[in-house]
């Protein structure tokens, strides 16, 4: 029998973090699957790669990331599955789940490469590097069923309490990938198309060999062809779950693509300099992005079993934990987001433009650890409308509306532009906490 976590009884912190780590080390391969992209493109090609590689990646992760939190309403209903020690139904939702999210999938890898150009130019993808692009998102777009499919196969571990193969998928992909990288950037002089075409081969290799390593694991649950069809309830519940955190993270990364849009419009250097320094980001926000996954599991199980005060003992757990990895990073991005940028370009007028951008995302490095706690906090415990609703007022009504508005601000810079993020955070954190009071309040949050 595989070793699953249960999350319901004994000690919080053990079993917190024996999970969260897993996730954690699949997180920082996840980033470094998609930062050695740019790191190798950097390195070996020209300004215009490294700018079309990040913005297609940057449309692509949140294309990716709305797919991957659908999978959260899976993910959370096998996890309540669990904690009710109904683990035997977790069959027929898992085949529900690839149904719908295949189906989907293969309907993005049509009309991606068919709209790569348009999506360029809704980017404002500098005229230096807009060809490159629409090349980018052709080739990832034509390969989304292999991102839909890598995606899910970590959702449907996640929930049952298994940290580990998701772990062992991205160490695959990443693997692959930056030997792809190597082959296609450095030694076939591919630049950005390189870098997209060794993206999709990692992927695909790594469900591959996904699928292999599944069929030998004891699962505590059967799934058979038969149950991979359309089940109206399953989907309902699962998408009554995962639509309200997908269009929450559809708005957010919009909210992003504005940003990136906006600085794309000032300058080929400012479009890399962010590129570069949102890759950095992924890496400074790994131990905040990790709780919010393993919050969202813990959450669930106790959920399932009534024990919702265990729930809130296990957030103040990760938030403590998580708000001295966010110190750290604070003063790393801040005081040395040169040396960080360096690793990504060898530009000096990118690396400065990143490192500019790079302070204001060191002072969210402080918030993040509320924020990312309440969300897979409040997944879990099915609040995923308020989770929605919180994200789209931080997007549209403070993110967006402040870094635009920056962007008139006289002389322009990319940390004025870039502080729209902690000011959006803010926000979104007074929500979160005004959110539990009413629970409170209400008596809602304690009842079994």
């Not at 062992?168 to 950037?185: E, M």
């Not at 906006?262 to 400012?270: A, P, R, T």
């Not at 103040?316 to 940028?341: N, P």
């Not at 609040?383 to 994200?391: A, P, Q, S």
Request: glycine share 8%.
């Amino acid at each position: 029998m595989e070793k699953r976590i249960d999350f319901t009884t004994g000690k919080i912190v053990g079993p917190l973090l024996r999970f969260a780590l897993p996730v954690l080390f699949a997180l920082f391969l996840q980033a470094m699957y998609g930062a050695v992209d740019l790191l190798i493109v950097g390195q070996f090609a020209m300004p215009a790669d490294v700018s079309a590689v990040s913005t297609g990646s940057q449309l692509m992760t949140t294309l990716t990331n709305i797919f991957s939190s659908l999978c959260m309403g899976m993910t959370i209903f096998i996890g309540q599955k669990i904690g009710e020690k109904k683990a035997d139904e977790s069959g027929k939702i898992i085949g529900s789940g690839i149904f719908i999210f295949v189906l989907m999938g293969l309907i993005l890898t049509i009309f991606l490469p068919i709209f790569s150009k348009k999506l360029a130019t809704v980017m404002h993808a500098p005229a230096e590097a807009f060809n490159l692009t629409a090349d980018y998102i052709k080739i990832c777009g034509a390969g989304m069923i292999v991102i839909v499919a890598y995606n899910l196969i970590g959702g449907i571990f996640r929930g049952l309490g298994d940290s580990n193969t998701p772990l062992i998928t991205v160490l695959i992909a990443c693997v692959f990938n930056i030997l792809g990288d190597l082959l296609f950037v450095l030694v076939f002089r591919l630049g950005a198309k390189g870098a997209a075409i060794a993206t999709v081969l990692a992927q695909f290799i790594s469900v591959i060999m996904s699928i292999i390593m599944i069929k030998r694991k004891e699962l505590p649950f059967t799934i058979s062809k038969n149950m991979i069809k359309w089940n109206k309830n399953i989907t309902k519940k699962i998408f009554a779950l995962g639509t309200p955190i997908a269009l929450q993270e559809l708005l957010v990364g919009a909210s992003f693509l504005v940003i990136l849009a906006i600085v794309n419009s000032i300058g080929l250097n400012e479009s890399a300099g962010v590129g570069v320094a949102e890759k950095v980001c992924i890496f400074i926000m790994l131990v905040p992005s990790s709780f919010m996954q393993s919050m969202s599991a813990f959450v669930a199980q106790n959920r399932g079993a009534g024990k919702i005060s265990r729930a809130m003992k296990g957030f103040k757990v990760a938030v403590g934990i998580s708000s001295l990895f966010g110190l750290t990073m604070f003063l790393i991005s801040f005081f040395k987001g040169d040396i960080l940028a360096g690793l990504f370009s060898s530009d000096k007028e990118v690396i400065f433009a990143a490192a500019d951008y790079l302070k204001a995302y060191a002072i969210d490095c402080l918030l993040t650890c509320f924020l990312f706690c309440f969300v897979g906090f409040y997944n879990g415990m099915e609040y995923t409308l308020f989770v929605m609703l919180e994200g789209s007022i931080g997007a549209l009504l403070v993110r967006v509306p402040v870094s635009y508005l920056m962007s008139k601000v006289q002389p322009v810079s990319l940390f004025k532009i870039g502080l729209a993020i902690p000011c959006s955070t803010v926000v979104q954190i007074i929500l979160c906490f005004g959110f539990l009071f009413y629970l409170k309040r209400r008596g809602i949050l304690w009842k079994k």
